[in-house]
């Protein structure tokens, strides 16, 4: 803590956020191209951290294609810089003394018939906590059990992750990510009302709007039409959601980048608005192996791949799956009672009326840890019912 800010900023984690920043915004794009007007959520930083780990066991082109999609540039960190940047990350993330329920963990599933080599375990273990457990993909069993430890680590919000596993599966790489945070200051449920939601100029689904008439960290962009607004977590955490003018969600979606998103932190400002907030929970389901394909790494899922890091025999990379999911309610994102009562000033001695900020169409909105500047989750809304 008492570390000066030129210091800081060596430390490996701060400098693999840019980079990590990088992927998600290019991940985010490639998603939406394939998902047209879908709802997107995914957890970038999972997906970095379970694809990172994997560049451990691999070598040559394959190692320099997942570098590229991943967007570490080689030139300024260096291999152990990256491993170091994630081990630190894990372990900024999972502090018990944190208010806010964050878990990430990694694990192996490895073939009970196969040996994979001591020091890529040893450095999975080191830098990316990740434990190994050894298992017959032939026992049915063993679909329940992954299931069902999947289950336990994300607290029974992702169940049935696999619906079939390969019985010639040599490992199975995964990568969790559990979120419970508590708003800093909740909604208060007696606000909430039935509402439209736009899905198009035509056509709307009903929801519960949440409202809080309160001060909140805005931004208005007039360069892309957009209002940004920051909701804060306890615990060090916070959100940023994000509502385009009608028609402007894809030029927004175009210039979502790192240089963006760091511009709207800055450019936020403290004022009281009337906020509207639908409830909603939303979940996604990814073929990263296509998705990666489509960003140019291709190697490590074909007969070429080098993963001789891992292992003495070839192996390839035949299935990555990613699923996320999200709820957000008065209270923040999981389900308990609050009560509170705000007391404001009378509007009387407001001269100029407060903006009033309605999301009741397509938004984005992203969940950042402030201890790593981790991108945890991004998505957009486009129907929360």
């Not at 170091?84 to 964050?102: K, W």
């Not at 990263?288 to 890091?309: C, I, P, R, T």
């Not at 390839?316 to 009672?337: F, L, P, Q, Y």
């Not at 402030?370 to 998505?379: A, E, R």
Request: glycine share 4%; aromatic share 10%.
């Amino acid at each position: 803590g008492d570390q000066s800010q030129a210091d800081g900023k060596n430390l490996p984690h701060v400098k693999l956020a840019p980079s990590n920043a990088d992927f998600a915004f290019k991940l985010y794009r490639q998603i939406r191209d394939e998902s047209g007007d879908k709802n997107i959520f995914f957890s970038p930083l999972s997906i970095s951290t379970a694809f990172t780990m994997l560049t451990l066991g691999a070598r040559s082109n394959t190692l320099r294609e997942l570098h590229k999609g991943l967007a570490f540039n080689l030139t300024q960190l260096g291999e152990q810089e990256i491993h170091e940047g994630f081990q630190h990350i894990l372990q900024l993330l999972n502090d018990p003394q944190r208010e806010v329920q964050l878990n990430m963990g990694n694990t192996l599933f490895i073939n009970h018939k196969v040996e994979l080599l001591q020091t890529f375990l040893d450095h999975a273990k080191n830098f990316y906590d990740a434990e190994a457990v050894s298992t017959n993909f032939q026992n049915p069993e063993a679909l329940r059990e992954i299931n069902k430890y999947v289950e336990t680590k994300t607290h029974g919000k992702i169940v049935d992750f696999f619906d079939s596993l390969d019985p010639e599966a040599v490992t199975i790489l995964i990568n969790y990510i559990f979120f419970k945070g508590f708003w800093e200051r909740p909604f208060d449920s007696f606000n909430t009302r039935d509402a439209d939601f736009f899905l198009d100029a035509k056509n709307s689904v009903k929801v519960k709007m949440m409202h809080q008439n309160a001060h909140f960290n805005v931004h208005r962009d007039e360069n892309l039409s957009c209002w940004v607004v920051e909701i804060p977590y306890k615990g060090n955490v916070t959100s940023l959601f994000i509502l385009p003018d009608e028609g402007t969600m894809k030029q927004v979606e175009d210039a979502l980048l790192k240089e963006t998103v760091s511009s709207w932190l800055k450019s936020l400002d403290r004022r009281y608005i009337y906020l509207d907030l639908p409830k909603f929970s939303v979940s996604g389901s990814y073929d990263l192996k296509s998705l990666f394909e489509k960003m140019g790494v291709m190697e490590v899922f074909s007969d070429q791949a080098d993963l001789s890091g891992l292992a003495n025999i070839p192996l390839k990379v035949s299935k990555a799956m990613h699923k996320a999911t999200v709820d957000v309610r008065e209270n923040g994102t999981e389900a308990a009672a609050v009560t509170s009562i705000e007391i404001l000033l009378t509007s009387a001695l407001f001269p100029t009326s407060p903006t009033h900020i309605t999301f009741d169409r397509a938004f984005l909105m992203m969940i950042i840890d402030k201890n790593t500047d981790g991108v945890l989750f991004l998505g957009k809304i486009v129907n929360p019912a």
